[in-house]
């Protein structure tokens, strides 16, 4: 296969931070890391894993990790309290739909957990 026929690899996102990483050439291997200090801390982060006995897949947050997340699961609650209220009062399409994308927002903000 010609490297002109080829079509680009669809983006991915940093594997530490989740930073989109745009459209990749079409050969080599794909980046999974933004840069070298994304790289430096996932790297940290394992070698911290296999020291402390952890499985692979665990997932360590610092309690202020914690707690920003908690506040973030909070906010996407309450945006979708919101919506239902409004729609129980009868509220106007215009004003679900603005509620709806402040909801969308909130849980797209709520996806980045570094």
Not at 3 to 9: D, K, L, N
Not at 26 to 31: A, D, M
């Amino acid at each position: 296969m010609e490297a002109a026929t080829r079509t680009p690899r669809k983006g991915t996102h940093c594997g530490w931070c989740g930073k989109h990483l745009g459209d990749t050439g079409t050969v080599g291997r794909r980046r999974r890391y933004c840069g070298q200090s994304c790289r430096q801390r996932a790297y940290e982060r394992r070698s911290a894993v296999q020291r402390g006995g952890l499985p692979e897949d665990a997932v360590v947050l610092s309690a202020a990790e914690l707690a920003e997340l908690q506040d973030r699961l909070f906010q996407v609650r309450c945006a979708a309290e919101d919506i239902a209220t409004a729609a129980e009062d009868g509220a106007e399409p215009a004003e679900l739909r603005t509620l709806a994308i402040a909801l969308a927002e909130t849980a797209h903000n709520l996806e980045r957990l570094r």
